[in-house]
């Protein structure tokens, strides 16, 4: 699906990639390591795009670079970005240390739990 928006200048491509990954302000900033207030001059054009911002919006989310810089071809690029994982990043960052250590540690149980499913499927016993 391409997204056109070649009207629209990089700095409301950034809000529109923001909102398409369902994040507000502050978590977008949080993922970017910026502040909320910078993000938010941007999206007001307040702030201009400097190639350092564009190329971390790439790596971080996947974007694709001519859909960022020019609004042509789609969002993210052939790897798109899991944005349920950019999701879960974002309220796991928000979470004191401990309740960090908490989410790791169930996690971990799941995909335990998930292999020895894997196995059983594989090895149905007789």
Same mark, same amino acid.
């Given at each position: 699906m391409y997204f056109?928006?070649?009207d629209y200048s990089i700095n409301q491509r950034i809000k529109k990639l923001r *909102?398409?990954? *369902?994040? /507000? &302000? +502050?978590?977008f900033?949080? $993922?970017l390591s910026l502040s909320g207030g910078?993000? !938010?001059g941007i999206e007001v054009n307040l702030r201009n795009v400097n190639d350092r911002l564009v190329?971390?919006?790439?790596? &971080?989310?996947g974007v694709n670079? =001519?859909?960022? +810089?020019?609004?042509? %071809?789609?969002?993210?690029t052939k790897k798109k970005? =899991?944005?349920k994982a950019v999701r879960i990043l974002s309220l796991y960052n =928000?979470?004191?240390?401990?309740? &960090? =250590?908490?989410? $790791? %540690?169930?996690?971990? $149980?799941? +995909?335990? !739990? /998930?292999d020895k499913e894997k196995n059983k499927q594989k090895n149905p016993a007789k």
């Open positions: 056109y928006f070649m *909102e398409k990954l *369902e994040l /507000n &302000q +502050r978590e900033s949080k $993922l910078y993000i !938010a190329k971390l919006i790439i790596s &971080q989310f670079e =001519d859909w960022l +810089r020019f609004g042509k %071809g789609e969002i993210f970005t =899991d944005e =928000d979470l004191p240390p401990h309740f &960090q =250590d908490v989410v $790791l %540690g169930t996690i971990e $149980l799941l +995909r335990k !739990a /998930n």
